[in-house]
């Protein structure tokens, strides 16, 4: 089992930046991808980022080059800093860790961002 609780979430403005934490309990040496996913009104939950359990990344288009994903195995802690935000990144925003060898995903509570023009 796997728990997962974020924090990090707020309203800035445009151009500003934010850090959500996902921290992580339970059996997380089983853990074999992290992620962070969002989902804004009226539209489907989209994938922002990922990182495996060797630390490689990937990242969706719209945020390339603003957001980073990143995990401290001491903290057993999950981040995505967020910077340069659009108003277009509004969105709730959820953690998610995918468990070895059954692949089930757990997932944070979320956490609204709002990014003000």
């Not at 994938?47 to 957001?67: H, M, Q």
């Not at 070895?100 to 956490?111: D, I, K």
Request: proline letters at 3%; charged letters at 15%.
């Amino acid at each position: 089992q796997v728990q997962l609780v974020e924090s990090g979430g707020g309203l800035v403005q445009a151009g500003g930046s934010l850090r959500l934490s996902c921290a992580a309990s339970g059996s997380t040496s089983s853990i074999i991808v992290g992620g962070w996913y969002r989902q804004a009104p009226g539209k489907e939950r989209e994938l922002v980022a990922t990182i495996s359990s060797g630390g490689s990344t990937e990242y969706a288009d719209s945020v390339k080059g603003r957001f980073t994903i990143s995990r401290d195995n001491a903290k057993n802690t999950e981040y995505l800093q967020m910077n340069s935000l659009k108003p277009e990144d509004t969105a709730v925003y959820y953690c998610s860790a995918f468990e070895h060898p059954t692949l089930r995903a757990y997932w944070g509570q979320g956490a609204q961002v709002t990014v003000s023009a």
